[in-house]
């Protein structure tokens, strides 16, 4: 079984067509198996269709993911800019997606210049994380019983790969500037956690 995690954009291609755009990142993709330019069954539950499956790689992007059109992620029951977990099973063909909202990285947290009410986040470390480039969208940002609700900046450097909060913020929150922290963001509910990162790790 060969599998993945991928985000979902919608498109404009043809009926039951699905492109996969693969090695965004710094290990090769295991859905690098699949036979390029087939088709196959995709399913979600007791949703299935026959698709053409086209395969990509190389392109500039810092996560994988796939593209197909309104109709067919509808019929699926799939929401775009989500993040979404596939299973290639060779012996019958059969694409299997099911939802993975929840995605992890280590990160260097930094003094931000936005503004207390403001989260910051590179564009390189937003797409590891799975959260939606939305400028202005409120993440709940959790750390310990600490909670704050704060607007999404992304900054226009691509390679990015920084998290900024306000000075003040990681003063009261106990939060060590410019040192590496666990970040998991969860899809369903806008969260970001933030822990201190274990050494070693």
């Not at 190389?58 to 029951?77: I, V, W």
């Not at 003094?111 to 959260?131: H, K, M, Q, W, Y």
């Not at 400028?135 to 900024?164: E, F, T, W």
Request: with cysteine; proline share 5%.
């Amino acid at each position: 079984m060969a599998s993945g995690r991928l985000d979902l954009f919608i498109a404009k291609l043809p009926v039951n067509h699905i492109v996969l755009t693969l090695n965004c990142w710094d290990s090769p993709s295991g859905l690098l198996a699949i036979p390029r330019n087939t088709k196959i069954i995709m399913r979600k539950g007791s949703i299935k269709q026959a698709v053409q499956l086209e395969v990509l790689e190389g392109r500039e992007c810092f996560a994988d993911f796939m593209e197909m059109n309104y109709a067919l992620a509808r019929q699926f029951q799939l929401t775009a800019l989500r993040r979404y977990s596939l299973a290639y099973h060779a012996e019958d063909r059969t694409l299997a997606i099911s939802p993975s909202p929840l995605s992890e990285s280590l990160a260097l947290i930094s003094p931000g210049a936005n503004g207390s009410d403001t989260l910051s986040v590179g564009f390189e470390l937003l797409s590891r994380l799975g959260i939606p480039e939305r400028q202005g969208a409120i993440i709940k940002v959790r750390s310990g019983k600490n909670l704050a609700r704060l607007r999404l900046h992304v900054p226009a450097n691509l390679s990015d790969n920084r998290l900024r909060l306000s000075s003040p913020l990681l003063q009261r929150w106990k939060l060590g500037a410019n040192q590496s922290h666990l970040l998991q963001f969860d899809q369903r509910t806008f969260t970001l956690s933030v822990t201190p990162a274990v050494p070693g790790r």
